[in-house]
């Protein structure tokens, strides 16, 4: 384990992750995104209005 951590192949997918961190501003745990787009409130309502709002979306394209 103490090898996979030190090899730079998961060095740099960690550090990706971090910069995906930053730059989306995700500050908690869990967190969800929706082609890019934050779930702002947890719960099944809202993700599936997000979903939803997406399809509508690329249905229009």
């Given at each position: 384990?103490?090898?996979d951590m030190n090899a730079p192949?998961?060095?740099a997918?960690?550090?990706q992750d971090f910069e995906d961190l930053r730059s989306?501003?995700?500050t908690k745990t869990p967190a969800f995104f929706?082609?890019?787009k934050p779930l702002m409130n947890f719960g099944y309502e809202p993700l599936?209005?997000?979903v939803d709002d997406e399809?509508?979306?690329q249905?229009?394209?």
């Open positions: 384990m103490r090898a192949e998961i060095r997918a960690i550090a989306l501003n995700v929706v082609n890019g599936k209005k997000l399809l509508k979306e249905q229009r394209w």
